[in-house]
């Protein structure tokens, strides 16, 4: 029956998420360049859409004198996107394992930078879920009138990022499979609409038609164009760049060579979104167009050029779509942060655990809840959270500039002086934008992301602070080694009459690493029977390495199995191996000696994955299995830690 439960619960499991990858097969789960633009490239893709509008909201504040500078502005976003590639491109070569500015901060600024930019591309990340869905629900409320109300609307919301969680959780092949044609066919589209106005333009000259007029008049200004209503219009227009971020990020997550995948990819995105801009606004400004809410102005050249014809709701359709897969990217790029701040210690370690489609599926999770509980809180309102939008990005964008500049000043390589001048020039002006981002938007919200920011910074240094306490409470001393070796040499010597199979009970010891609780461990099994054998479930390759290595270094006697676990099944795989060894026969009971770290506090329990618990858990219907617990409490340096005498007789 247990064993009927457990198939059933596997091919339920398998149906979901798809079945495991193995660890040796993980070049095979990655994705190439094809793959890599709707991946990583869906936000940004889905930016340059409505960036135009972001622009004429501000420059026709001047009257129609404002369509003589969208272009010029158009092309001075241009001009910091080839900056910004440029910038991403050598931090792609330089960090291989991804970061993107995270690293490049940590590494050239200092950590309080490092964590700065990792703080504020994970509030980017979380509000870049929560505002495109939203966008794309409340844009679907004309056709949908059941999602007007506002609990409608938020429950649809969060199906929806359930939904994006659920495929990303099958690994990005899986998405990017899902995502290709809706956002190949909207790339196509929307060259096919910018091709065909500019042809139009040319043969014809710009004339609005009656069928897309706004109803709206242009108010006529005597103040004239300012350069702070220029640079608004500039910071408006550069959220066509959220989501460059993500292919540095994500730099393991393509094919081999990644390297050169990623920058591929993120030459691609940069050339889309140039050429894209530049069509749109010159479109824009020679029909004379007035972006108006609910009629945009993707949507009045979409009726323009094509009519309400099979390109149009094709254009249309793709571009709500692809609002959704939006949120695509920061499940892509998030994961692989959280990842690489947890190797460093600043987050809980389970985010670097791969899951079984070799995706970091407690990045997936975590954001899944925190941009529903965004989503809960704001009542599914895109115009209230979008004055948070962008900021993170632009902090990240100038801490990556300004970061690589500093190195690059420092070092003096080869053709120095250019790189340093672009380095500049992308880490300044996106500082100049983030600037005007928070002065503007200060009080309809910005604030709340100066706030969050140092708080999330302050729990970054805590996790890394509490991590070093229990590293430096768990390492193993001299001391203490010497004091396991003469425990088994004392009762290796009074058990010297019995023989070993006379023994009849037999406990394993699962291991993750050597460290003071498992020599108390060990200790407490070695006391009751010679039997004692410590396992270690393989799921990282090098992990294993540096067990194995430091098991021979102190030579430790107790015997050390390792289980390989291909699928990264931790729990599973022991048990298979406790069920080999209970089908032997060779032993009347079999006891599986638990190592459990006690922290301080009862609520720092949530940096550890657990898995303690859930093998206790998994054992309870086990009914020749027993369980027991060795908890540690961490104790200070100057008391002995590891009681060595405490152990009964044999």
Request: glycine share 8%.
């Amino acid at each position: 029956m247990a064993n009927n439960n457990r198939l059933f619960s596997l091919k339920l499991r398998t149906l979901i998420f798809g079945h495991p990858l193995a660890t040796q097969n993980s070049e095979e789960s990655k994705v190439g360049v094809l793959g890599g633009v709707p991946v990583f490239g869906s936000d940004i893709i889905s930016s340059e859409g409505y960036a135009p509008d972001e622009i004429l909201y501000v420059l026709l504040l001047t009257g129609s004198l404002g369509y003589a500078y969208v272009l010029k502005v158009s092309l001075a976003i241009v001009l910091l996107v080839i900056s910004i590639f440029l910038v991403y491109r050598k931090a792609i070569q330089k960090y291989p394992e991804g970061g993107g500015s995270y690293t490049i901060a940590k590494a050239y600024l200092g950590e309080n930078y490092g964590l700065i930019a990792g703080a504020s591309l994970t509030l980017d990340y979380i509000l870049t879920v929560a505002v495109s869905v939203s966008s794309a629900i409340e844009n679907l409320t004309g056709i949908i009138p059941w999602l007007a109300p506002t609990e409608h609307k938020v429950v649809a919301d969060c199906l929806v990022i359930l939904f994006m969680a659920w495929v990303n959780l099958r690994g990005l092949k899986e998405s990017a499979r899902l995502f290709s044609v809706p956002v190949y066919l909207y790339i196509s589209t929307l060259a096919l609409l910018i091709g065909t106005g500019l042809v139009e333009i040319l043969a014809h000259g710009g004339i609005m038609p009656e069928a897309v007029a706004t109803g709206q008049h242009i108010a006529v200004s005597t103040s004239g164009m300012t350069f702070f209503i220029l640079a608004r219009a500039f910071a408006g227009g550069t959220t066509a760049l959220t989501g460059f971020e993500a292919v540095s990020n994500g730099v393991t997550a393509f094919k081999k060579p990644a390297q050169k995948g990623a920058i591929r990819t993120l030459l691609i995105l940069g050339i889309i979104v140039s050429l894209g801009l530049i069509g749109l606004t010159y479109l824009a400004g020679a029909y004379h167009l007035v972006p108006a809410e609910g009629n945009t102005v993707l949507n009045q050249l979409g009726l323009i050029v094509f009519g309400p014809t099979i390109p149009y709701f094709i254009l249309m359709g793709t571009a709500a779509a692809i609002l959704v897969i939006a949120s695509s990217t920061p499940y892509a790029g998030l994961p692989i942060l959280l990842s690489l701040m947890a190797r460093d210690g600043y987050a809980p370690r389970y985010f670097k655990n791969l899951g079984d489609r070799l995706v970091y599926s407690a990045g997936i999770w975590t954001l899944f809840i925190v941009s529903s509980v965004l989503i809960i809180v704001f009542h599914g309102d895109t115009h209230a959270m979008l004055p948070l939008y962008a900021i993170g990005v632009f902090i990240s964008f100038s801490l990556t500039g300004l970061g690589l500049a500093k190195h690059t000043l420092h070092e003096r390589g080869e053709k120095w002086k250019s790189d340093f001048v672009v380095f500049c020039f992308g880490g300044v002006v996106s500082f100049l934008v983030l600037l005007i981002f928070i002065i503007t938007k200060f009080t309809q919200g910005a604030w709340i992301i100066l706030v969050i920011m140092p708080l999330l910074v302050i729990m970054f240094r805590g996790i890394r602070s509490i991590y070093s306490s229990e590293i430096r409470d768990l390492e193993v001393t001299p001391e203490a080694i010497d004091a396991f070796h003469k425990h088994v040499t004392k009762i290796k010597r009074r058990r010297a009459h019995v023989e070993l199979t006379d023994y009849k009970n037999k406990i394993i010891v699962p291991v993750y690493d050597l460290n003071l609780i498992v020599l108390e461990t060990l200790t407490y099994a070695y006391a009751l029977t010679p039997q004692v054998t410590a396992v270690h479930v393989a799921s990282d390759p090098n992990r294993t390495a540096k067990l194995l290595k430091h098991w021979a270094e102190h030579h430790i006697e107790i015997p050390l199995e390792i289980v390989e676990s291909p699928y990264r099944a931790t729990v599973q795989d022991l048990l298979k191996y406790i069920d080999k060894v209970e089908k032997k026969g060779n032993f009347d009971t079999i006891t599986v000696a638990i190592a459990e770290y006690v922290p301080e506090k009862m609520w720092q329990n949530i940096l550890h994955n657990q898995t303690g618990q859930l093998m206790k858990l998994m054992l309870l219907f086990r009914k020749r299995i027993l369980v027991t617990s060795v908890p540690y409490h961490p104790v200070p340096r100057e008391v002995p830690v590891v009681n060595l005498e405490k152990t009964s007789k044999s």
